[in-house]
């Protein structure tokens, strides 16, 4: 592994257990086994070695999804169903980053890295809507709200994920419950969402 990417994924690893307030570069270092020097030299500092994170754990998303807005062999519905398997999976394969995420956007002590974040999620959201425009373009979809359905999909696995308690709350399950680690509510989530776009999105006549 070269230097460079251990350093972020350990960056990546102390940030979601710790936080950004809580995690200094030279932890990160003594990790890396490098020293402080080194991560300044590829990265410039703190942030900008979490905007680096940022940008190795989303970019990839946005490549998968613009592909899926080029591919001529599959549906509209059958790329949003596709969007729906990848956004859960990394939700719940990595609860701690996303929740990293929302907790950053929600405080106002860093503008510039939330203004970042922010343009990230966005990055990835933007082929999503492409796909539901063009549903609807070619009469596959009914006229819907593009940016409410997109909202409604993300939004509903973020907020089960983003709080234990209301989870088990809403679920009616017990303390020990650990809703991103349940296969079951997984499985349960992404069934509950397809069946949900489909008949959000789909004219009555398409199956």
Do not use: W
Not at 26 to 44: C, L, P, Q, S, W
Not at 71 to 95: G, P
Not at 143 to 168: A, F, P, R, W
């Amino acid at each position: 592994m070269d230097t460079k990417k251990k350093i972020l994924d350990c960056a990546f690893n102390i940030l979601c257990k710790k936080g950004y307030d809580h995690t200094s570069v030279r932890e990160i270092a003594g990790k890396a086994d490098v020293n402080v020097a080194m991560i300044n030299y590829y990265f410039g500092g703190k942030e900008k070695l979490f905007d680096a994170v940022l940008q190795n754990r989303l970019s990839g998303l946005h490549g998968i999804f613009t592909e899926m807005v080029k591919d001529q062999s599959h549906t509209a519905i059958e790329k949003i169903e596709s969007v729906i398997d990848l956004v859960i999976d990394r939700k719940f394969s990595n609860r701690e980053f996303h929740y990293l995420l929302h907790s950053e956007l929600a405080l106002k002590r860093r503008p510039e890295l939330k203004e970042k974040i922010s343009e990230y999620i966005m990055l990835n959201i933007s082929p999503v809507k492409k796909i539901i425009k063009e549903g609807i373009s070619s009469g596959e979809f009914r006229k819907v709200d593009i940016e409410l359905t997109v909202t409604t999909i993300i939004g509903t696995i973020h907020y089960l994920l983003v709080s234990d308690t209301i989870c088990q709350k809403i679920l009616g399950k017990p303390s020990s419950f650990a809703p991103f680690r349940n296969k079951e509510l997984k499985e349960r989530v992404n069934t509950h969402l397809k069946a949900l776009v489909r008949s959000h999105l789909l004219k009555q006549n398409v199956k």
